[in-house]
């Protein structure tokens, strides 16, 4: 008797899978079928690919073709996650849109960028405070990383938007009562690089500091260059050498 009710449910069960499939193809599933799942707002299609969740309203997550968005009725990338909130301060839970964490201390995490098969690979990461040890701990050990591995470089690119370009800014140190972290050095989209300077019209320009070789040379290979120094009346000098090693002093127009 037992067996046969064991039959009889197993054919019930799949008339009923058959006829929710069939129905998922022309439209979605009815509401028993969907109270039976324990799924509330879901589209089924499996016309083109089984168990792909249609997009809905905006605000829910969808899961179509291989591709996921949340927040959003638009799937049109991998992963799309859209949101509208604002929050002045970076550290504020609103600006944070996905979390990686590895709660091991002496961990690492990373996210990994692959394309192709040659095994090159972009890995953005942050080690734990008791990460590896000896250098391994000094140079790693709670700092955040971005390492290009088995590939020929990397590149950091800028390219201008409209209105002003400022170029690539690094910024280091710790951020004041307006909460930005001081800016240390900048590189301009004119190529030109500044250390303490915002605008540098050099090719490197420094500001409030100094330059120090604690070995090595500094070697100007066209002979027509030199060392350009500004007198007290602001009258500027270019000393060069002549074959005999004297030097020549040359009357120019102050650079910029």
Known sequence: ??????????IAVGLFTQNAIAQTK???????????????????DISESAYTILPLSSGKPHFVGGKLSLGTSSVSKKIYVLDDTRNIDEAGNGNVFSIFQNINPQGYVTQEYISGTSGGKLEIGFASSNYGTGDLNTVYANRGTIISRNTSGLILRSTPGAGTYDGITFQSG??????ITPERM???GEGNIGIGMKN????LELSNGNVQLDSGDIFIRDFNRGIVLKSPSSLCWR??????????KTNINCPN
């Open 1 to 10: 008797m037992k067996t046969n009710l064991y039959v009889l449910i197993f």
């Open 26 to 44: 022309q439209d979605e599933f009815s509401p028993a079928v969907k109270d039976s799942l324990g799924l509330k707002n879901v589209v089924f």
């Open 174 to 179: 710790v951020a004041g009562f307006d909460g």
């Open 186 to 188: 900048r590189i301009t």
């Open 200 to 203: 540098p019209v050099a090719k």
């Open 239 to 248: 000393i060069t050498v002549d074959d005999n090693g004297n030097f020549v």
